[in-house]
């Protein structure tokens, strides 16, 4: 499956933005898919994930869109600390949510968000 990520932007603070990420070559569904973020100078951290069967956790709301194959990230509030490049990943048949990035076979391009005023 590949993947893409969509919706990065300039937003201000305690703005909202929806990141999706789309995927081609399978069914997003079969997958557990999870949004990491990277800012300059810190570690890869993941936001948010939704597992195969649906479970979900993170900071922001995760969605899927089955009718457009999408995972979608739900940010509101977000504050300047929320800049930082974003990028979706995935692993197929997960039940669970996993939280870190060596657990994902499965990788999009990121989108920068910038938090600014």
């Known amino acids: 499956v590949q993947l893409q990520a969509f919706g990065g932007g300039l937003v201000q603070p305690g703005g909202s933005l929806r990141l999706s990420c789309a995927a081609s070559?399978?069914?997003?569904?079969?997958?557990?898919v999870a949004w990491f973020r990277q800012a300059p100078g810190k570690r890869r951290e993941m936001v948010s994930c939704i597992s195969s069967v649906g479970s979900v956790k993170g900071r922001f709301t995760i969605s899927r869109d089955t009718t457009k194959n999408t995972v979608d990230l739900h940010m509101n509030y977000l504050n300047y600390e929320d800049t930082a490049v974003y990028v979706c990943?995935?692993?197929?048949?997960?039940?669970?949510?996993?939280?870190?990035?060596?657990?994902?076979?499965?990788w999009g391009q990121g989108t920068q968000v910038t938090v600014s005023s």
């Open positions: 070559g399978g069914t997003l569904a079969d997958y557990a």
């Open positions: 990943a995935a692993r197929r048949n997960s039940v669970h949510c996993n939280s870190y990035s060596h657990e994902y076979t499965y």
